[in-house]
């Protein structure tokens, strides 16, 4: 009923936002609209290069929006990874409010917190959909921000990439044995599961990836799909473009709050930061669904790269690995334990739903309904 309600109050917010938007002279105007409070200015900090493709405009779109929908009480200026702090402060720079809001991926702050990884990807884990069904109706959400009270922050789902491809490589990857020594950039738990399966995984952010690829300081990257891969130019650096992504099959980008603030606000600027993150949410998966078939073509068709499909062999390994790693995040603590339980009753249940619905569609519509 809690859920609910939430729900019905930030359609209600959502409603009444647009119309206020859609009636006002910009934000310069409305923010007078309340004579006795004063315009609240924020930083918005990302782990992204400003404006870039996906993860950067999506950050925009949010800020965007939390300052239309508060008729501009708020104000909401994004800064890209490095412009104020470096891409992989954004949490310790939200937590301590040097930044009011942070946008970045959960899986970056696996030091702080082993189990803040279940909340961007787990290999072999949950899509961008199911995700959203364990966060929004499953629990998630709530184990979500029990972890990060501790460290002052409000932690919202605020956009998803959809499945990733597998990465860039130099050479073909035909077996386990292939892994051994491999240099790869991979963040989260794919990067602890590349380690057992032999490789050594480096952690960079994003701006990074292409010279590191380039200059051989690493051999191979992932990133995230062809809508980001294209515009970052890493056909340039490598031949082979495999997938699927195993290790981020829809991770949750976040918005981070600083909890004291979030805390000391009106309600309905509570309501509207909680619907804009919503919106977000929905908007950069759509525009991943709306952009990656298109800029897969150009790839392949303009700048001759290589698809190749990781053998089944070596995802299978990969995948036994995975469960091992993931279900050691369990032991860090009780917390942890109970995020990891949260998560893979939630993840079993829908993926027989799943295997019924979505799956068993995907056949028929291509024509392979056969043998269902
Ligand atoms: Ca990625």
């Known amino acids: 009923m809690k859920r609910r309600s939430f729900l019905s109050h930030a359609s209600l917010a959502l409603g009444a936002g647009v119309t206020a938007t859609a009636c006002s002279q910009g934000p310069s105007a409305t923010g007078t609209a309340k004579s006795d409070e004063p315009v609240r200015h924020w930083k918005m900090v990302t782990s992204w290069p400003l404006n870039f493709p996906g993860l950067g405009v999506g950050a ?38 040097t930044a009011e809001l942070g946008h970045s991926a959960s899986y970056y702050w696996k030091g702080k917190a ?28 709530e184990l979500w921000r029990e972890l990060y009270a501790p460290f002052n922050l409000v932690p919202f789902p605020a956009g998803n990439t959809e499945v990733q491809m597998g990465g860039w490589f130099n050479k073909e990857i035909n077996s386990v044995a292939d892994l051994a020594g491999l240099k790869m950039r991979i963040p989260g738990l794919g990067g602890e599961v590349l380690r057992r399966a ?31 891969d294209l515009a970052f130019g890493l056909h340039k650096a490598a031949r082979y473009y495999y997938y699927p992504g195993w290790h981020e099959p829809g991770p949750t980008l976040e918005l981070m709050v600083n909890k004291e603030l ?111």
């Open 60 to 97: 925009n779109t949010l800020a965007e929006m939390i300052t239309k929908l508060s008729g501009g009480r708020i104000v909401v200026k994004v800064y890209g990874g490095g412009e104020l702090v470096p891409a992989f402060e954004v949490f310790d720079a939200v937590s301590r409010g």
């Open 114 to 141: 082993p189990a803040a990884q279940f909340f961007a990807a787990v290999p072999f884990g949950m899509n961008a959909q199911e995700a959203n069904g364990w966060l929004y109706y499953g629990g998630g959400l």
């Open 198 to 228: 032999g490789g050594t995984p480096v952690s960079l952010p994003g701006a990074e990836l292409f010279t590191a690829l380039q200059s051989g300081t690493i051999d191979a990257t992932e990133w995230v799909g062809p809508y980001n």
């Open 262 to 372: 979030y805390e000391g606000l009106p309600e309905d600027l509570q309501q509207i930061v909680a619907v804009a993150a919503q919106a977000a949410n929905l908007d950069m998966a759509s525009a991943y669904v709306a952009n990656n078939y298109s800029k897969l073509q150009s790839l392949i068709n303009e700048h001759d790269v290589q698809l190749r499909r990781f053998p089944n062999d070596v995802m299978a390994k990969l995948q036994e690995i995975s469960s091992e790693v993931v279900a050691e995040i369990a032991e860090t603590d009780e917390l942890s334990g109970r995020i990891y339980r949260s998560y893979t009753e939630f993840l079993a249940g829908v993926s027989e739903w799943h295997e019924l619905s979505e799956r068993a569609y995907y056949q028929v519509r291509s024509g392979d309904g056969q043998s269902c």
